[in-house]
């Protein structure tokens, strides 16, 4: 099953999107890109019924996306203000 280490796969996730991103993936599709990637790690890494892997790497790939969006708006934020 799941376990509470396993959220270390959602900066894996970011950072694997990110690398998309970089070499000519518009950003607009990362999210789709963020969410096939946790369906892919989650059936493949974590022990799980299908079922529960689609809804897991779903769960962490929207987490990821988030993170990622997240992270960039305050970034962008701190910048303005400095």
Do not use: C, H, Q
């Amino acid at each position: 099953m799941f376990e509470i280490y396993d959220v270390a796969i959602i900066p894996l996730i970011a950072g694997i999107t990110e690398i998309f991103k970089k070499i000519g993936l518009p950003a607009k599709y990362s999210p789709i890109v963020a969410i096939f990637l946790g369906i892919i790690i989650t059936l493949v890494y974590v022990d799980v019924t299908p079922k529960e892997g689609v809804l897991v790497g779903i769960m962490l790939g929207l987490s990821a996306s988030g993170f990622y969006s997240g992270t960039k708006n305050l970034v962008e934020k701190r910048s303005k203000i400095e």
